[in-house]
């Protein structure tokens, strides 16, 4: 969760500076040559089933897209709002589990992941409208967030199975290779520059740990995966909300409205209720 909370508020500041495409790239590159250095030093050995490995580009493709979804929304939307809107990954996540996989939430936790919708609703509309007159709308990069929502919620049921059949580090690593792969080749068809050479030192460095900070919390999520149901494992996982929230809230001074405050409180509320 804090992983996750201190990557995503830095990844939505570089989107905005550097673009979403190349500050999600150089993250996950940092972020695999972690994974891998880890891989190396604990020799995990693991059973490569042939149904985990078909599944692997599939994972890769799918956390690709929703990452580059999000980062894109964090680029034209206010943090605060996009990363609330984000929470909408776990009930993705839970709903595949639920009708799929057999996993079941007891009623306070279905009460959780209603107040995380409500919440996600309440936060994504600009509310300004209805002072003018004007229609209501949403506010910007919400669309963006809701589709990569979709992406990295399937992702984590797929994440899950792999992860049970390979082992929580081998998982991480080969995901981790399918993205970089993935995202070059998604940069040769769209000719999509992924150069840093005019960008400064201080922003490459903070890239570069925020990549080895994200690849921890993939890692630390899917061991989670392997002892315990995506079912309750994600919600906790997705309060990462809080920590991108405050993060914007304190050090650039972001402004909500009092009613998407209420629908950030709400959808935060939700997901700790979700995870008891």
Not at 22 to 40: E, H, N, P, R, Y
Not at 143 to 165: P, Y
Not at 186 to 197: D, E, N, P, V
């Amino acid at each position: 969760m804090f992983g996750w909370g201190i990557y995503d508020f830095f990844a939505g500041v570089y989107s905005k500076t550097i673009g979403p495409y190349k500050t999600f790239f150089w993250s996950q590159l940092a972020g695999l040559s972690f994974i891998l250095l880890v891989f190396f030093l604990l020799g995990n050995p693991f059973p490569a089933t042939l149904g985990a490995l078909a599944l692997l580009p599939i994972a890769a493709i799918f956390y690709s897209l929703g990452y580059i979804f999000f980062m894109k929304g964090f680029e034209i939307g206010n943090i605060s709002i996009v990363a609330a809107i984000m929470n909408l990954w776990a009930v993705f996540t839970m709903l595949t589990a639920f009708l799929f996989m057999g996993q079941r939430l007891t009623p306070l936790q279905s009460l959780g992941v209603t107040m995380i919708i409500c919440g996600a609703i309440f936060a994504s509309l600009n509310w300004h409208g209805i002072d003018t007159g004007k229609r209501f709308q949403l506010s910007a990069g919400v669309k963006e967030t809701i589709l990569g929502a979709f992406f990295f919620g399937t992702f984590w049921n797929i994440s899950e199975i792999i992860s049970e059949q390979l082992g929580w580090l081998p998982t991480t690593l080969f995901v981790k290779i399918g993205i970089i792969l993935f995202l070059l080749l998604l940069s040769y068809r769209s000719g999509q520059k992924l150069g840093l050479l005019t960008v400064d030192t201080r922003t490459k460095s903070m890239i570069l740990l925020i990549g080895f900070i994200e690849a921890g919390a993939v890692a630390l999520v899917n061991y989670g995966l392997t002892v315990g149901d995506a079912i309750l494992i994600t919600p906790i996982a997705s309060a990462l909300s809080v920590v991108t929230i405050a993060l914007a809230v304190v050090l650039l001074k972001e402004k909500v409205s009092t009613l998407q405050g209420v629908g950030i409180l709400t959808a935060v509320s939700g997901i700790i209720i979700t995870g008891v």
